[in-house]
């Protein structure tokens, strides 16, 4: 095993002196209930996300928390994560029980917490400044496909009817209720020839978010 290991080192190119955390990384649940890779997985996660979070807050200085905040979620959600697994080649080295035989594309869960497990193994063996220099390596093609501009759903809808009917969507307040330390709010918007939509939210700022959301939903906009 340590030989083939030392090959997916290799492959990957990175230097990593504990071999056996490199093991422990690559086993599945199914293969060892007792040593395998979720506690890893835990610690991969977080270290994807200060990564991940570092290189946006530098990259987009002029952004929103909120729109930085849906580059994140996309850049380190289980897809994204499976399909950087996936090109490393890490099937191949995944430690699996004998009720499954072979990784395929399809086990995104299974891929995305390797390639986190992965991750935290880097980080305990070589440190934060190392195992951050892999992530952005993997994550290259995927950070460059960030620069594409994301709308909020507001946004996304008040453009829509501006292009469309040269009108705003018109928001309402229609409920508000619960202490002010926690309170809910309940909005309508609409526009031209569409039905009326609601949000909640805890702001009326977030009820608003929703409400668009889906009426953008409801009129076949993707979000």
Not at 7 to 20: G, T, V
Not at 163 to 187: E, Q, R, V
Request: aromatic share 8%; glycine share 4%.
């Amino acid at each position: 095993m340590k030989t083939n290991l030392d090959k997916f080192a290799k492959e990957l190119n990175i230097k990593i002196k504990n071999i056996k955390l490199l093991e422990n990384a690559l086993t599945h649940k199914s293969a060892n209930k007792m040593y395998n890779n979720e506690k890893l997985e835990f610690l991969g996660d977080r270290v994807l996300g200060l990564t991940i979070s570092t290189k946006l807050y530098e990259l987009y200085p002029n952004e929103t928390e909120g729109i930085l905040d849906k580059r994140f979620a996309k850049l380190v959600n289980k897809n994204t994560c499976a399909q950087v697994a996936w090109s490393t080649g890490i099937k191949d080295y995944i430690l699996l029980g004998d009720s499954k035989k072979k990784i395929t594309i399809q086990d995104e869960k299974i891929l995305s917490d390797c390639c986190e497990a992965l991750l935290g193994a880097i980080y305990l063996d070589k440190g934060f400044i190392y195992v951050s220099k892999v992530i952005l390596k993997l994550w290259e093609n995927e950070l460059k496909k960030s620069t594409q501009t994301i709308l909020d759903s507001k946004t996304k809808l008040q453009e829509h009817s501006l292009k469309k009917y040269k009108k705003l969507p018109l928001y309402k307040l229609i409920d508000s209720k619960g202490p002010k330390h926690n309170p809910l709010f309940k909005i309508s918007v609409s526009i031209k020839n569409s039905k009326t939509c609601f949000g909640l939210g805890n702001s009326k700022k977030q009820a608003e978010q929703d409400a668009a959301s889906n009426l953008l939903k409801y009129i076949n906009i993707d979000k």
